[in-house]
Nanobody, 127 residues
Framework: QVQLVESGGGSVQARGSLRLSCATS????????MAWFRQTTGTEREGVAA???????GYARSVEGRFLISQDKVKRTLYLQMNNLKPEDTAMYYC?????????????????????WGRGTQVSVSS
């Protein structure tokens, strides 16, 4: 049984930083993608960063240069370092995973590409 558990959310002022963590268990495939998504009330879930088992990673334009996705394969934990936060980064942040050989780059930021999801952690950025 795959489980993803996010932590590290909170309230921060603009230009501050937070680091989100996603503890994983039950993932067994050697090839996979993991990603961070975010969602605000009434909007679609937006993919913000994705990474594969080779540490190849990418970002949505809205966060590129400010967010960094990484993973600790020994701890089986995914991270999202968020710097220079803006009020528009306020959202529920979700960790997602899928065990698959290949995803086209645009698909790595689409909700339907991922099979496993955490329950989310709230990030609030005040101006």
């Amino acid at each position: 049984q795959v489980q993803l558990v996010e932590s590290g959310g909170g309230s921060v002022q603009a230009r501050g930083s937070l680091r989100l963590s996603c503890a994983t268990s039950g993932l067994t495939a050697s090839r996979y993608y993991m990603a961070w998504f975010r969602q605000t009330t009434g909007t679609e879930r937006e993919g913000v960063a994705a990474i594969d088992e080779l540490d190849t990673h990418g970002y949505a334009r809205s966060v590129e240069g400010r967010f960094l996705i990484s993973q600790d394969k020994v701890k089986r934990t995914l991270y999202l370092q968020m710097n220079n936060l803006k009020p528009e980064d306020t959202a529920m942040y979700y960790c997602a995973a899928v065990e698959v050989d290949w995803l086209e780059p645009p698909s790595r930021y689409i909700q339907s590409s991922y099979k496993y999801w955490g329950r989310g952690t709230q990030v609030s950025v005040s101006s």
